[in-house]
């Protein structure tokens, strides 16, 4: 039994003007960083329970472009300032793929939680920097980028071939010094809604890595679509499916509604 396990609910806070859950973005219409809007989500969200905050400067969605490094650490330096004022101490994920933006938030903001659904693969100097700097990382499984991935869903064996790239990875992190990381199956990103399906029903055997295991599953494509939802009406099929996740082994659990999410925790807890 696994009763002891330690379980974060990590809460999305979005710095973009076009991530698909609208109520999760914090940008105002100019552009510029709502700060007012930023504080008030990351209140909600501490108060409902959240473990970590996570802040996304560019969304990552299918199809997506990329807003570029400066223009990411732009929309976050204001963000990160006013976070560490209002709410010292907090736990934070930044969600970036630029080892300038990992650099940047470190002198900023100190030690964190770096997110990145590329991996290392977007920049060369990404592990490196977070095995020089000592800071803890979550690898995404990705193919392609955000603007290419959705064609880029030919596998063997979706699950046997994500897990045989994190045995990849677990190399090329210990050669960049990276001791502490975290894998993210990544779901909704170079997969179709049946492959997203069969890597969470078939998890566990992530497990094998003795890595923590993050599932970011809340509102996304692989429910809302299926049932022909909007992601504002996704929130029940959300929760049946972190449920799955923590019941396969899910340690982090990324959402949008913090709350739902940690009553489906104590839920689990109670069936275990």
């Given amino acids: 039994m696994d009763t002891d396990r330690k379980i974060q609910v990590m809460g999305i806070v979005n710095l973009t003007d076009n991530s698909y859950y609208a109520p999760s973005r914090t940008l105002s219409a100019n552009g510029d960083t709502d700060i007012d809007s930023f504080l008030e989500r990351v209140d909600r969200l501490l108060q409902e329970g959240a473990d970590i905050i996570d802040i996304g400067a560019c969304s990552t969605g299918p199809g997506t472009d990329p807003v570029g490094e400066a223009e990411e650490w732009r929309r976050l330096e204001p963000a990160l300032k006013a976070l560490s004022g209002a709410f010292p101490g907090t736990a934070v994920s930044v969600d970036t793929y630029w080892a300038g933006v990992v650099e940047k938030t470190f002198e900023t903001y100190g030690h964190f939680l770096v997110n990145d659904v590329s991996a290392g693969e977007a920049d060369v100097r990404m592990l490196p920097t977070v095995g020089k700097l000592g800071l803890p990382y979550i690898a995404m499984h990705m193919r392609g980028t955000p603007k290419t991935m959705q064609s880029l869903t030919d596998y063997d064996d979706v699950t046997k071939d994500v897990k045989e790239y994190f045995r990849g990875f677990a190399r090329r992190a210990e050669e ?52 022909g939802i909007t992601p504002e009406e996704a929130l029940p099929a959300t929760q049946a499916l972190h449920l799955k996740a923590l019941q396969n082994g899910a340690s982090i659990l990324r959402v949008h509604d913090v709350k739902a999410a940690k009553q489906t925790v104590d839920i689990y807890r109670l069936l275990r």
């Fill in 176 to 227: 960049a010094g990276i001791k502490d990381w975290i894998i993210d199956p990544g779901f909704g990103f170079a997969k179709t809604i049946e492959q997203n399906y069969q890597l969470l029903r078939e998890m566990d055997t992530f497990l094998d890595f003795d890595r923590p295991i993050l599932v970011g599953v809340s509102r996304k494509s692989m429910v809302y679509r299926l049932f």
